[in-house]
């Protein structure tokens, strides 16, 4: 007889945006081709490079960087807080984009997007395009709506009846 056990570890808490690790990815032009130039794991994301390049081997004007993680969300309506100079695009889960000044630059305008994520892990990308001048980027969130607690001390509720129809009180 065999038996198996299953155990998925969680964190303790939600993750917020300053304890993820980012993998980033800078490219030597401004659409993400052709092999990276640097390759970093990055505490967050907020960077403010002036008009100096980022990186040695690196452009100070047209770059682009693409930061990918998976973080750990309690389940609710997040904020996803930006602001750029020049561009970027918010993605969760690879198919839903929630922010996108790609191709329509709004330099130093704060940004935000509301988003309801389900409890459990989700994947972030973020991309920047610097286009010329001072280059920064922020990027945050927070929950600011908790899920809508289910009745009871747990998931299940039950509703007992005396009769065979499931009616009645």
């Keep these: 007889l065999f038996m198996g056990l299953m155990v998925t570890v969680l ?91 790609l191709d329509a630059a709004q330099p130093g305008v704060p940004l935000s997007a509301d988003f309801s994520l389900s409890r459990g892990y989700h994947s972030l990308r973020v991309e920047y395009r610097e286009n010329g001048g001072a280059a920064y980027v922020n990027m945050s969130w927070q929950q600011i709506q908790s899920p809508t607690p289910l009745p009871g001390p747990g998931i299940w509720v039950a509703e007992y009846y005396n009769n065979r129809v499931l009616d009645g009180s």
């Design 11 to 101: 964190p303790a808490a939600a993750q917020d945006s300053g304890t993820v690790m980012w993998l980033a990815e800078y490219y030597s032009g401004r659409y993400f081709s052709g092999p990276a130039v640097v390759r970093a794991y990055e505490p967050g994301i907020n960077q403010n490079w002036g008009t100096g390049a980022p990186s040695p081997g690196l452009p100070a004007d047209n770059f682009s960087v693409r930061w990918t993680a998976t973080a750990y969300f309690d389940g609710g309506l997040y904020r996803f807080d930006a602001r750029a100079d020049d561009e970027i695009r918010i993605i969760i889960d690879n198919t839903h984009v929630i922010l996108d000044t």
